[in-house]
């Protein structure tokens, strides 16, 4: 703990990481506000799922694209065009009774404009903290994204439900508004520039950590985002035992992250933490009972934020300055697109199989997620020892003798 507390005691850490959690707060409550306000307004679940799927589908698209323009345009003007965008649309949807072709193409641009907040948060962190902290920097962030999680749908559910479906998502956008302005305004975005990069668009997925990242994460999210809906299903809507068992699988994964985040990145770190995800959902699939599914769970969770905090590592210390931004965004890409495919698989298999089913695609996405680094562990990098900041964009010429 020791570690976590001096990484606190940085200048700077402390406010750059709880202004970047607020800012990301909202989309911890987005899609559950609006899918009870669409079901309330339309009356159709349905809507709210096109509307929604949209919505992921710009995220996906703008990932790789707004975080690459923030070598361009900088940081500060990229955040603060899509947090405005972003927020106008989402305050629009909520107040505006507009027809289902209306709300998707607001939604389209709500998803385009997300803001760019975690490639530039990752590409900042190298920059504050010497080589030996940023493991751990990787592992705290990981582990505090588990508030929004955990947090996130329980305001939205009590506010939506409670005062009404429009203040969930007028909460939501403020969150977003507020937290996007002070991470804008936080002195860390003016110290750090990033290089245009000179390479063109995809060309960092060429490196194979970053496409191993870019898979790895895909897995990991889809396992628990398919994960996610079996519990819900196992308990139902109106229990709130679903509740609990994700939220004691979130804190598994807090617990795991300031627990194994300091211990060096060697070849097998990625499949190693895989393996504790992939045997506590092996291990919940057997008996779908409130207090074995809590315990396993926990167990499957420990492997989460560490895991998150490897891929953030081997991209960081495997590319060039100037590509980081663009490389999380791709990641990022790869994980919205594990969890739209992770939910959707898990809802067809629920419909026809039950909810028990959801739990064994969640454990064969995460077994896959395991296997993969395992088998391409040579094209993960040995970080023991290393320096985990990225590759400077230009290096030191030795001077020819006169």
């Not at 030996?132 to 955990?150: C, H, K, M, N, R």
Request: glycine share 10%; proline share 6%; charged share 10%.
């Amino acid at each position: 703990m020791r570690s976590y507390l001096d990484l606190l005691k940085t200048p700077g850490v402390g406010r750059i990481l709880a202004a970047q959690l607020t800012a990301r707060f909202p989309f911890g409550m987005i899609s559950l506000a609006f899918l009870i306000h669409i079901e309330q307004v339309y009356d159709s679940y349905t809507a709210a799922g096109i509307v929604l799927g949209v919505m992921s589908i710009g995220q996906a698209v703008a990932g790789p694209l707004t975080s690459r323009l923030m070598g361009r345009w900088g940081m500060r003007l990229v955040i603060s065009i899509t947090v405005a965008l972003c927020t106008a649309s989402i305050v629009l949807m909520a107040l505006l009774q507009l027809p289902i072709v209306g709300l998707v193409l607001l939604g389209l641009v709500a998803g385009l404009t997300t803001p760019p907040i975690q490639p530039a948060v990752r590409t900042i962190y190298p920059k504050m903290v010497n080589s030996t902290q940023l493991s751990p920097l990787f592992s705290l962030d990981a582990s505090a994204q588990e508030i929004i999680w955990v947090l996130g749908p329980v305001v939205a559910t009590l506010v939506s439900i409670q005062v009404s479906s429009v203040a969930g998502i007028l909460v939501a956008a403020a969150f977003l508004a507020g937290g996007g302005l002070w991470f804008v305004l936080s002195p860390e975005l003016g110290r750090v520039r990033i290089p245009r990069s000179k390479r063109k668009l995809g060309a960092v997925l060429k490196r194979p950590p970053v496409l191993l990242s870019t898979i790895v994460g895909f897995m990991l999210v889809a396992a628990a985002a398919a994960l996610e809906a079996g519990i819900v299903a196992t308990f139902g809507h109106g229990s709130p035992n679903s509740g609990w068992v994700l939220a004691i699988f979130a804190a598994g994964s807090l617990v795991g992250g300031l627990a194994l985040g300091h211990r060096p990145i060697g070849p097998w770190a990625l499949a190693n933490r895989m393996l504790i995800v992939t045997i506590g959902i092996g291990l919940a699939s057997v008996w779908l009972n409130f207090w074995w599914l809590s315990a396993t769970l926990f167990l499957a969770g420990i492997g989460i934020a560490p895991a998150f905090a490897v891929l953030f590592a081997i991209v960081s210390s495997s590319v060039k300055f100037s590509d980081t931004a663009e490389a999380y965004g791709w990641v990022g890409t790869g994980q919205l697109i594990g969890a739209a495919l992770g939910s959707s698989i898990a809802g067809f298999t629920i419909d026809n199989y039950g909810p028990s089913s959801a739990l064994l695609v969640a454990g064969a996405f995460a077994a896959l997620g395991t296997l993969i680094p395992a088998l391409g562990r040579r094209w993960h990098p040995d970080l023991r020892g290393r320096d985990l900041s990225s590759i400077p964009d230009t290096a030191p010429v030795a001077a020819q003798p006169s």
